[in-house]
């Protein structure tokens, strides 16, 4: 019996190989119950009638020009999110949303103030004009009217829920009125590499702190530059950033770098409201160009970001073991300044004790806080938490000792630790310079201590996606992890008491995992055949299937078989845990 569920994988696996492709005009409704109906929403669900973002973050494939990436990702967004999802920025923390597509006339003002944008942009992304172009029609072909002005104003806001663009009259760059216009949250990151690594490579990781979003992680193979990995904070908003992200040249951008949110007074004198390129924009750019950290620490200072938001993208490690937190225009952090021995660690206030403000105390290692020692703030004790795990264990730090730190949870909900219930993501990555980068992602957070602002899920474990030549080699390796993922899962749930009263829920996901193998196989061998962007969307499609294969079969192992969630528990000495973090 227990070899009968594997083995039946092999006999499925061999009927769909055999079935009669479809063409590439129907390969997007195959003939397996089930399917077609979810064609519209492949990885959303309804509570009430209001859609719910996906328990497993989706994988999205980009392949080609620039404008063929920026087509593919509207179409993909429509394909996992559906239409009304993928046409309205939504902000589920404040329950509004504003669509993406202007209504009526531009004003002069904001005529101006889109062409003073793209000016920008042409400067220091050029590249992002045609992939706003792509998504426009993208977008249209998908039955989400928009055009290049409406994807182009909706940059401009970054993270505005408003439904206009931004306008600072008077201050446009001079030549911009030639242009010419196409018609119609919180986060904790770690680096560590070198003496304090096992193996002395770079291992990097950063959690979106925020709730719970429609979000998606993208993997592209553009047909210039680097192929790279990188998460946005929510699907319909380049703009703005994300974290993690890597390329494989070994460069990784680990997190914004803390310091007061571009939306907040800020202390650096560059922080003003003002046109500039979309720092998420020029984030892209740099993985996609740039090589090493030194690269992108002269990329960041030869652009114009929009409000000056320098401190916004800041957080940058490469292979060599050169790393560097930007903190305003011409102030670093690098690793050694507040004795840390080859690693550095981020999460949303400044470790620089001279930019504390008047109200805020200064703690070592955790940055400006508030005066209250007992409860000095969440981004200070998220500081502290990543420093008593690097710092106490330089030497030790590899893959599962990463992916521990994020189980590693405090025990007092005011004074949270990195893996606190306050995640809605992670990413963990281990660049490399070729084609063996690896990169792990956590849909919510892997200490399950969330639930707190809507963050609760099912899933709490890791997938694995290796930033391979090209779409075909990534999937491979996400099938490869998902079958070994799920043999591990079926090993330990068939040895379990049926009468257990977690069986039935736990066989269940297991289930649920054998069906996304069984979609993986499919859409696999439809995108082995198809030709174009239907051979993106349905590679695209398996590499999700594969993702969420291994999701749910390493929840069912873990569940069972509980990974380590303490220094500890890998074998290594007790941490002594602060009294802040300590169940009061």
């Given at each position: ?9 092999i ?35 309804y ?18 020009s ?13 394909q ?7 046409s309205r920025?939504?902000?589920?923390f ?23 944008f793209?000016?920008?942009?042409r ?38 829920i ?22 119609n ?34 993997v ?23 974290l ?97 021995e080859?690693?550095?660690h ?16 200064y ?72 084609n ?14 969330c ?8 899933v ?33 749930l ?11 829920a736990?066989d ?42 291994q ?11 509980p990974?380590?969630?303490?220094p ?17």
């Open positions: 019996m227990k070899k009968l569920t594997i083995l039946c994988f006999f499925l696996s061999a009927i769909l190989w055999s079935l009669p492709f479809a063409s590439n005009a129907d390969s997007a409704a195959p003939g397996i119950p089930g399917l077609a109906e979810s064609v519209e929403a492949e990885c959303i669900s509570v009430g009638g209001a859609p719910v973002p996906a328990d497993v973050k989706p994988v999205v494939i980009l392949h080609g620039d404008f063929d990436m920026g087509y593919q990702f509207f179409q993909q967004l429509v996992i999110y559906g239409k009304e999802v993928a920025q939504y902000l589920p404040n329950f509004d949303s504003a669509p993406l597509a202007h209504k009526g006339e531009w004003t002069v003002e904001q005529l101006k103030a889109l062409k003073a793209q000016w920008h942009i400067q220091d992304t050029p590249e992002m004009i045609d992939f706003m172009k792509g998504m426009a029609a993208g977008a249209t072909d998908a039955g989400v009217p928009l055009s290049y002005q409406d994807v182009l104003a909706h940059m401009a806001r970054q993270m505005h408003a439904p206009f663009v931004p306008t600072y009259p008077g201050t446009e760059p001079a030549g911009s009125e030639k242009e010419s216009l196409e018609a949250e919180h986060c904790s990151g770690f680096a560590a590499w070198g003496k304090a690594t096992k193996n002395g490579k770079l291992i990097a990781s950063a959690s979106g702190d925020h709730f719970r979003m429609f979000d998606v992680t993208i592209a193979f553009p047909k210039t530059g680097n192929n790279y990995i990188f998460m946005p904070y929510r699907v319909s908003l380049l703009s703005a950033g994300g993690p992200g890597m390329n494989n040249k070994g460069l990784a951008y680990v997190h914004h770098g803390g310091g007061s949110p571009w939306w907040t007074a800020s202390t650096c004198a560059e922080n003003k409201w003002a046109y500039g390129t979309p720092p998420g924009f020029i984030v892209l750019n740099i993985l996609r160009f740039k090589n090493t950290a030194k690269e992108a620490r002269e990329k960041l200072l030869s652009t114009k970001p929009k409000d000056g938001v320098y401190d916004q993208m800041g957080f940058w490690a490469d292979i060599s073991g050169d790393a560097f937190i930007m903190r305003c225009k011409n102030v670093y952090r690098k690793a050694g300044d507040f004795g840390e080859d690693f550095m981020a999460t949303n206030n400044y470790l620089l004790k001279q930019y504390c403000r008047d109200n805020e105390a703690y070592d290692h955790g940055g400006c806080g508030t005066k209250d020692p007992s409860k000095p703030g969440s981004s200070v004790t998220r500081n502290l938490s990543l420093w008593d795990l690097l710092h106490n264990y330089v030497g030790k730090v590899d893959l599962e000792f990463a992916k521990m730190m994020w189980r590693h949870h405090s025990e007092d909900p005011d004074n949270p630790a990195a893996a606190g219930p306050q995640i809605s993501y992670v990413g963990l990555m281990v660049p490399d310079k070729g063996e980068g690896q990169y792990y992602v956590a849909t919510r957070c892997p200490s399950k201590t639930g707190v602002n809507g963050n609760y899920v099912q709490h474990s890791f997938y694995q996606l290796q930033l391979a030549a090209g779409p075909d080699e990534l999937i491979s390796a996400a099938r490869a992890q998902a079958t070994k993922d799920l043999n591990a899962a079926d090993y330990v068939r040895r379990m008491n049926r009468s257990d009263a977690s069986y039935a736990l269940k996901m297991l289930n649920q995992a054998i069906a996304e193998l069984y979609r993986g196989y499919y859409y696999q061998s439809v995108g082995a055949r198809a030709k174009g962007n239907d051979a993106v969307y349905n590679k695209a499609k398996a590499t999700r299937a594969f993702t969420k294969c999701s749910y079969a390493k929840e069912v192992y873990e569940s069972l078989v990974p380590p969630a303490s500890k528990d890998l074998g290594l000495k007790p941490l002594e845990v602060r009294a802040l973090f300590k169940k009061k």
